[in-house]
């Protein structure tokens, strides 16, 4: 009986305290070494899931390619129906899955109830005027280029009327980048603050007020490859804001790496294994004990001066990072025709919002007062 007992006892204790997933070891000239035994479920999923899809046949490989998916609208409307129902259409209002009838403009009619929904309601193209094939050439242009584009390019590439229209069409795609639900990162994690925008002579790091805060996290596997990214604005570097970003973004159980920073006490607490690196006790720079984080600094201020050549409001950014954190998270993706059916996949999934919503707070869009003045100028 006794032996039961501690049997049961033994049990309830390691379901409650799982052995740790990875090991860290201290190294004097590194600060940590780092060996992830985690089995790495999403890296190991996602290439199966990916190689159940087929270039040429499920997204088209290249430009050529393109113009063979999508000759037309109809073409469009019916690729966005295969993204939206991969199972079969299903009726929203009755439920009855059966093949609908085509209607025009991408609407299609429940055969039961006689329902009509359109294959755009309630996606970022809902109420769009403009024709699909457009928002799909945006979407390609977006994942066709390493380093992403700009409104004004995607506005001369497809000949729209006003620079608005291009810059919150780029917004709607960059909103669908992210997935509500995605998956926290999960393993070994770098966690650091980075500072963007302004520039304040002589001042640097926690003292800079001009810039704007950018809390970082990142995987680090086997101590020196870097896995999925995740970025998000603070409002500034207390525990109240940075900790939140943290439980958003680090699954509970992670090492958790970060400086002796005061805003990040209380991790443990959270259920991460919080490690401090104390950066003043060692002869190593900042780069060298958290390289992770301060690599994709280096690399993410690069991309927005290169890309978007500073011009990125604070209001805008958490869009920026999301675009940036799609781009790095799949940066090892074989096939740009790979992303651009990715992004179509979300974008299916990702509520429609409002044009103006996007220009609150920044004086411009459709019906800012510049706007209405060009309007009544060309009556
Ligand atoms: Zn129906």
């Not at 401090?276 to 002869?283: D, E, Y």
Request: charged share 25%; aromatic share 10%; with cysteine.
């Amino acid at each position: 009986m006794k032996v039961l007992i501690r049997a049961a006892i033994c049990i309830a204790a390691l379901v409650r305290c799982p052995p740790p997933d990875y090991e860290t070891k201290p190294i004097p000239e590194r600060g940590y070494l780092l060996r992830s035994t985690v089995p790495h479920m999403l890296w190991f999923m996602a290439p199966i899931e990916a190689a159940r899809l087929r270039a040429g046949v499920d997204y088209p490989a290249d430009l050529s390619q393109f113009d063979r998916f999508f000759p037309d609208e109809e073409a469009c409307a019916s690729y966005l129906q295969g993204l939206r129902w991969p199972d079969g259409f299903v009726c929203p209002k009755c439920g009855h899955a059966a093949q609908p009838w085509q209607m025009c403009r991408g609407l299609l009619l429940c055969s039961q109830c006689r329902t009509q929904t359109s294959v755009t309601a309630g996606t970022i193209f809902a109420g769009t005027r403009k024709p699909l094939r457009l928002w799909f050439i945006a979407a390609w242009e977006i994942v066709s280029h390493k380093y992403g584009t700009n409104a004004a390019t995607v506005r001369r590439l497809l000949g729209l009327k006003s620079y608005e229209t291009a810059w919150s069409w780029l917004h709607k795609l960059r909103r669908a980048m992210v997935r509500p639900d995605r998956d926290r990162l999960l393993g070994v994690i770098e966690v650091d603050e980075m500072y963007v925008g302004g520039w304040d002579k002589g001042v640097y790091g926690r003292h800079a007020e001009k810039k704007v805060i950018v809390a970082c996290a990142v995987e680090v596997v086997d101590g020196k490859r870097l896995g999925r990214v995740r970025l998000r604005q603070v409002a500034n570097v207390s525990g109240e804001a940075l900790r939140p970003f943290v439980q958003e973004a680090v699954e509970p159980g992670s090492s958790v790496f970060t400086d002796g920073w005061g805003g990040y006490r209380g991790l443990s607490r959270l259920r991460y294994d919080h490690m401090v690196i104390n950066q003043s006790a060692s002869p190593d720079p900042a780069h060298v004990l958290m390289p992770g984080v301060h690599r994709i600094a280096a690399l993410l201020k690069r991309w927005l001066s290169g890309t978007y050549h500073g011009a990125v409001s604070r209001e805008h950014l958490n869009y920026y990072l999301d675009e940036y954190t799609f781009r790095f998270n799949r940066r090892a993706s074989r096939s740009r025709g790979l992303l651009f059916y990715r992004l179509l996949e979300q974008a299916v999934q990702t509520e429609h919002s409002p044009t103006d919503d996007f220009f609150v707070g920044t004086g411009r869009g459709p019906d800012s007062a510049t706007a209405k003045a060009r309007r009544k100028s060309r009556r």
